[in-house]
């Protein structure tokens, strides 16, 4: 083990073998992916906070990672954070090189030192070469960082057999370092020589565990970088982010070899208030809605979802609140807290429950139907909060933007934001909550529970 940095470029380790050599081929073969990868791109506006991208050759995976890494295109930092299992070394922690950048084909690209530097001296992880000597985790990230981000540093970090709070103690360490905190890129694969049959239904799963917030169950069968994964979403700055898919993908697509496959998906990982459904997507969603209604008028039935028509992310597991509306007062209104199912799959079921089986309304009639306004709220994972008294958490939250759930006694009640708009102070919010899940308007005890998340609204008539 080498523990003293020194100041060489260390040269690639797998040019060659994951992406060309040559820097001309390697520039295009980059361009290419992007292009490829504009399923990944966003107008200006929030940026993820951290990305899940493929780490294969680039004929396999490598339109995925220009997904992931099209995603922070804008944003404005100045180290980029890379989480990569290691696939060749054995080792205990985590662990970085000791020179200061890398040396690729065409460019080079500095390592955040003072990062490394200060990691070193809180013993959260330690300078290791032979962990990279061989490693293609982090370098099939770099051509994408060089090429998006010029002159971005990167901190590569290799993780051996580190438990997840570790590496969870590493991401907040990293995100509070600096006023404005760093991009993660969390460098995995998924499944690994199953059939493409087995495979999708495995990398179904897996897609579930992480975008339902269920990641501390992923092991190395579901992802190769599942530690990278786990750490991150078990940090206090990873935990409870919207999980957006950009795109799964199969080895098989491309080889056509269907008998050993490997499975790739692309995510983004946003803040829990910011708006990320595009308008492409809140229209399709929107239109899933309307068009349920319809079928359950015309059948009587519960519609079929055809999942493959939907974008990316929105075959996502997500929860939505369906709201129905006519001539601006309530028709019915339904919805799921957690994500629990694909976010196409939840709007449709939830659209239909909101007009037929919300027991404050009688069923809705085909001759209403064209009367109805459409609303979707798209929720947060939640979190729960820490308060002292009632005073504390009215303090603590922000009208307008802010849901919550409250427990307590064997009862439970939900606002959405929305309520704000009837609600508008945060005393009368808090004690409409109590009143709406059973409890006195002054109750309050020890053990009285309350969760926060966001919503994403839109509706019909908006632009």
């Known amino acids: 083990m080498n523990n003293q940095p020194h100041t060489s470029y260390r040269p690639s380790a797998v040019a060659g073998r994951f992406f060309p050599a040559e820097a001309s ?7 290419g992916c992007i292009e490829k990868g504009k399923v990944g791109l966003r107008p200006r506006g929030p940026v993820p906070l951290a990305v899940i991208s493929p780490h294969a050759g680039y004929t396999y995976s490598g339109w995925l990672t220009g997904a992931a890494l099209l ?84 901190l590569p970090l290799v993780i051996g057999r580190a438990e997840t709070e570790q590496v969870a103690q590493i991401v907040d360490w990293l995100a509070a370092m600096d006023d404005t905190p760093p991009l993660f890129v969390l460098s995995s694969d998924l499944s690994h020589f199953l059939t493409k049959e087995d495979a999708l239904k495995h990398d179904a799963g897996t897609a579930r565990l992480i975008e339902t917030g269920l990641s501390e169950h992923l092991t190395s069968a579901h992802a190769c970088g599942a530690r990278a994964v786990k750490g991150f979403m078990a940090s206090e700055f990873g935990r409870g982010l919207r999980v957006q898919r950009l795109a799964m993908a199969n080895s098989a697509d491309v080889t056509g ?132 008294d009632q005073q504390d958490l009215e303090n603590q939250l922000v009208p307008g933007r802010d849901g919550l759930i409250l427990s307590d006694q064997g009862k439970r009640g939900v606002f959405l934001p929305m309520v704000w708009e009837s609600l508008p102070t945060p005393k009368a919010f808090v004690d409409g909550l109590k009143v709406k899940a059973g409890l006195p308007k002054d109750h309050w005890s020890d053990t009285l529970r309350i969760d926060r998340f966001c919503a994403e609204s839109f509706a019909e008539d908006e632009s």
């Not at 922690?93 to 490394?116: C, H, L, Q, W």
């Open 71 to 154: 995603a922070i295109t804008h944003a404005k930092v100045q180290s980029i954070i890379i989480l990569s299992p290691s696939h060749r070394h054995a080792f205990d922690g985590v662990a970085m090189p000791s020179s200061n950048g890398y040396d690729m084909p065409g460019f080079k690209i500095e390592i955040d030192t003072d990062a490394r530097n200060m990691l070193v001296s809180s013993g959260l992880a330690h300078i290791e070469d032979a962990a990279h000597d061989r490693e293609h985790g982090v370098e099939t990230q770099l051509p994408f960082v060089h090429r998006l981000h010029p002159k971005t540093r990167v």
């Open 257 to 388: 070899d269907e008998a050993r496959t490997v499975g790739y998906g692309a995510w983004a990982m946003f803040d829990a208030t910011d708006q990320i459904i595009l308008p492409g997507q809140r229209l399709e969603l929107l239109k899933a809605a309307r068009q349920a209604l319809q079928s359950r008028i015309r059948t009587g039935k519960m519609p079929a979802v055809n999942v493959a028509s939907f974008s990316a992310p929105s075959r996502g597991c997500g929860a939505a609140f369906v709201t129905l509306q006519r001539e601006g007062r309530l028709r019915g209104c339904i919805g799921s807290l957690r994500a629990h199912q694909l976010l196409a799959q939840d709007v449709v079921e939830n659209t239909v429950k909101s007009g037929f089986e919300d027991p404050r309304f009688k069923p809705v009639s085909a001759a209403e139907l064209a009367q109805l306004k459409i609303k979707i709220a798209v929720l947060s994972p939640s979190k729960p909060m820490g308060f002292g």
């Open 25 to 31: 081929v390697l520039r295009s073969a980059v361009e």
